[in-house]
């Protein structure tokens, strides 16, 4: 297969290409011209932090960056002040694309430019960073937690990624999908890069599917996709979706942890007879992020399953010698191999100058088993949640609350955090449900707190999950 040199499709310079929320429309030649505008004052191999939203100077500079072989990691505008320096301090941008009340963080960068109240800053004083040729993205491991820790990608690693998502999906230059997920997630920024290589349009949007104009918009702008995490679903059944009027919408993915077979069932009884596709989909931040997926017309038969790996991926289950697992329904590891899986990860600014460390190979950490050719996941073998689709691990919350003071766990599934402090009578679990809930920047509604005289223990001194969660 020849390689993918760019994200942005060029076949179509007249079609829309990005929609924003006030209703402005960029064509394909439009948003070549401010890429590469964009791009001018950036020089080869620097790092740019974007710290923003679902806006279209933050589109612009993410795009420039990679058409311009400048590093870049898209960080969310609501990332606490501290985590933020943390990752300023730890990787020291050359360059920083952020709005006006988050420029007091950067005092010694110099402003280059400004765009609808985003600021590009500069430190003239930094030294050049050792960046690897193949370096071109970063991406946040630990969702929201603000761990300094970093996946590093190459162009390619996106590229692929992005035409194997634009090939079992069949998305065409007719296609407008809806991008209410955060870009700095990995999953939002799939559908940016997916949809921008079929030369289909993008509406931006900060809104939430809770917002009337939400849906006003989605029939207004004539969407046809829409993508959401396990929380986006559970909430739409409530909202009675089925009873919405959504003449344009054709497909609807679904990935960002695992959806309750129960509200599967019902999501794919109703977007049956509302004539729309629903995808479920699998992947990490690691494989840029897509892994596999299932055809919409497998999910009666294979209720629960992951489906099989994307166009030119590879999955596999290994046992804990590393042996491949042959048999229908037994367990073992999720091992992936394709072109989309990342260099590997970084700590330090020297790790920015690392290889690739994987060569193509990911070992998931879920456990899971495959019956018939489709893989089902049984479980983690770190200790990892999703939580409204940002992957939180739970050691980082443990070293976190220790860090302030707290005796106290962390464990939990997808979508509910719980957190045991140990002599917490005297505590007010309700501020410190909300001191939690900005500090790892989660809905404070999937955060459980409970108070216990002791942390119960096995022989081995490890902690009893299974007697907490009773």
């Keep these: 297969m020849t390689k993918i040199q760019s994200v942005i499709n060029k076949q179509y310079p007249e079609h829309i290409a990005v929609i924003t929320e006030n209703g402005e429309s960029y064509t394909y030649r439009a948003l070549l011209d401010d890429v590469a505008n964009a791009a001018k004052p950036l020089q080869q191999k620097a790092l740019l932090f974007i710290i923003g939203n679902n806006d279209y100077p933050c589109l612009v500079h993410y795009l420039a960056a990679i058409e311009a072989d400048v590093v870049v990691l898209f960080l969310s505008a609501n990332m606490a002040t501290e985590q933020l320096e943390t990752l300023v301090c730890t990787y020291r941008p050359d360059y920083v694309l952020t709005k006006a009340e988050k420029a007091s963080i950067f005092s010694k960068y110099t402003v280059l430019s400004s765009q609808d109240q985003y600021q590009l800053l500069c430190d003239p004083l930094n030294k050049p960073h050792s960046l690897h040729p193949q370096l071109a993205f970063l991406a946040s491991t630990s969702g929201s937690t603000g761990s300094p820790k970093l996946v590093r990608f190459s162009r390619q690693n996106l590229l692929s990624n992005a035409q194997a998502i634009k090939e079992y999906l069949s998305i065409t230059p007719l296609e407008r999908a809806i991008v209410h997920l955060p870009i700095s997630y990995s999953y939002g920024l799939s559908i940016v890069n997916s949809h921008l290589l079929a030369g289909a349009s993008i509406y931006l949007t900060n809104e939430t599917i809770m917002d009337k104009s939400f849906w006003e918009n989605m029939t207004a702008h004539e969407i046809t996709s829409f993508s959401g995490v396990p929380f986006h679903y559970e909430s739409l059944l409530r909202m009675k979706l089925d009873t919405m009027k959504l003449p344009h919408l054709r497909t609807m993915t679904q990935a960002g942890g695992k959806l309750a077979e129960r509200y599967l069932s019902k999501i794919q009884t109703l977007t049956n007879k509302m004539g729309i596709n629903f995808w479920v989909m699998y992947g990490q931040t690691e494989a840029s992020p897509r892994i596999s997926y299932m055809q919409p017309s497998d999910l ?171």
């Design 300 to 470: 009666n038969t294979h209720l629960g399953s992951i489906g099989k790996a994307i166009p030119r991926g590879k999955l596999w289950l290994q046992d804990e010698q590393g042996n491949d697992i042959t048999e229908s329904g037994d367990i073992g590891e999720l091992v992936y191999e394709g072109d989309n899986v990342c260099l590997g990860y970084a700590e330090t600014i020297f790790d920015l100058s690392k290889g690739d460390e994987n060569q193509g190979i990911l070992k998931t950490g879920d456990l899971a088993s495959c019956k018939q050719g489709y893989f089902y996941i049984e479980g983690r073998l770190k200790r990892f949640i999703k939580v409204f689709g940002n992957r939180i691990s739970l050691s980082h919350v443990e070293a976190t609350l220790q860090e302030l003071g707290y005796e106290s766990v962390a464990f939990g599934t997808d979508d509910k955090l719980n957190i045991a402090i140990v002599n917490g009578e005297e505590i007010d679990l309700r501020t410190l449900k909300k001191t939690f809930a900005e500090l790892f920047s989660i809905n404070f509604t999937a955060i459980k707190i409970q108070t216990v005289s002791h942390i119960p223990r096995l022989e081995s001194g490890k902690v009893d999950y299974q007697c907490l969660m009773k």
